[in-house]
């Protein structure tokens, strides 16, 4: 399949690619959008719209991408399959291409008792391994699930999610292999403090090839705060932020706290680029786009690669 993806032929060209995050708002307010997609604008090679993040309602994904996109960015939608089955999985995924979305995040989706309408019956109606199969048989075989025939495929560059920090840490690996045999073509990371046990993740990962099969973006968080780093270590789950990181940050007056997330944000960036199998960084600063284009240029990754 041709690319039709700028993410896709960035990675293909051997570039670090850069990625960044836009949660939709809470509402219909479509100039909030345009406001964050205006700071990831040149600063990456394409942005996540998250899809309902921490179960709570949100612009949908598919909405916020067609606003980055207007905006002068590709767009990378996401999809949880907590909350459709799949034929509505599948006639989004051919609404999405036809659009001209052309990168996609296939996820399970945080459960719903973690969003503020617990009582709602979440779908599952298959998992999140599932659809990056059923987007893959789409995409290179042109047909549904179901063998009928696709009047056009979908042109996805599939990516999927991994958390190299979660229990039991014995699956992780196995896990990322799974996605990978089902399609996935890229993977974006859970955001990592804990640069060590990431570093052995990656080794054991290039024990099986996996970073051969699939581009690797390594997930960074910039810490505003040490209030931050201690409320995500603490009810973020799967996550793993050293007591050492926090330390760093916390000695810091309250006031230089955030420069010095930055600063430490950038490190990693820099110390990610050195590890065998990490094709790129996605940049996840929550509620604070406006620092992008600081964190991406002091790690030395811009201009981005324009490729025809």
């Keep these: 399949m041709k690319a039709g993806s700028n993410l896709e032929k960035v990675l293909k060209a051997g570039h670090f690619a850069v990625t960044a995050e836009c949660g939709p708002p809470r509402g219909a307010d479509a100039d909030l959008v345009r406001k964050k997609a205006a700071y990831v604008k040149g600063n990456v090679d394409a942005c996540n719209v998250t899809d309902n993040q921490t179960s709570v309602v949100r612009m949908s994904s598919l909405a916020g991408c067609l606003l980055v996109k207007e905006s002068g960015t590709e767009p990378l939608i996401q999809m949880v399959v907590r909350d459709r089955n799949r034929i509505a999985l599948q006639s989004d995924l051919l609404g999405a291409s036809a659009m001209g979305v052309h990168n996609l995040l ?131 789950a799967g996550m793993d932020i050293p007591d050492e990181v926090i330390k760093r940050i916390a000695d810091e007056p309250k006031e230089k706290q955030a420069a010095k997330g930055i600063e430490m944000c950038v490190e990693q960036i820099q110390e990610l680029k050195e590890i065998e199998g990490v094709a790129g960084v996605h940049v996840m600063a929550i509620e604070w786009e406006e620092k992008l284009e600081e964190i991406v240029g002091t790690a030395g990754l811009l201009p981005r690669p324009v490729i025809d």
């Design 106 to 236: 296939c996820l399970s989706g945080d459960h719903q008792k973690f969003g503020e309408d617990p009582g709602a019956k979440n779908v599952f109606d298959i998992d999140s391994i599932q659809l990056i199969n059923m987007v893959k048989l789409m995409r290179d075989e042109g047909v549904f699930p179901n063998g009928k025939k696709l009047q056009g495929e979908p042109k996805f560059f599939i990516g999927c999610a991994v958390n190299p920090f979660a229990d039991p840490y014995e699956i992780r690996v196995p896990r990322f292999k799974l996605k990978i045999d089902a399609g996935a073509d890229f993977v974006q990371t859970q955001c990592i403090y804990n640069m060590s046990k990431f570093k052995q993740y990656m080794e054991e990962s290039r024990q099986e090839g996996l970073h051969e099969r699939a581009y690797v973006l390594a997930g960074v968080t910039p810490l505003k705060s040490a209030g931050m780093a201690k409320f995500m270590k603490k009810f973020v």
